[in-house]
């Protein structure tokens, strides 16, 4: 069965970091593409950064530079680690597993950046 499990949220100051981890089960990093997104309130959910098998890896524009996406075979873990956070940055987080028509999502993690 497939599991995501995100973690690593919480309230930061703008210009701080956060580390968020995404604990997969079930799921073969060799088949699916990893993706973190991202949700603000009444806003549609986007996408924040992906990496694929090989370590392939996308940013969105309003992330490149500040945000990196990396894979912890060992551990099954995609980890997305958040620099220079701004008050935009304030969203749930999902971790995202795709391949083709498969879709599975974690149940979030809450970022809020505010003074």
């Known amino acids: 069965q497939v599991q995501l499990v995100e973690s690593g949220g919480g309230v930061v100051q703008p210009g701080g970091s956060l580390r968020l981890s995404c604990a997969a089960s079930g799921i073969s990093f060799s088949i699916y593409t990893m993706d973190w997104y991202r949700q603000a309130p009444g806003k549609q959910r986007e996408l924040v950064a992906q990496?694929?098998?090989?370590?392939?890896?996308t940013y969105a524009d309003f992330v490149k530079g500040r945000f990196t996406i990396s894979m912890d075979d060992a551990k099954n873990t995609i980890i997305l680690q958040m620099n220079s956070l701004t008050p935009e940055d304030t969203a749930a987080y999902y971790c995202?597993?795709?391949?083709?028509?498969?879709?599975?999502w974690g149940q979030g993690t809450q970022v809020i950046v505010s003074s």
């Open positions: 995202h597993a795709g391949f083709i028509s498969r879709n599975y």
């Open positions: 990496i694929t098998d090989g370590g392939r890896t």
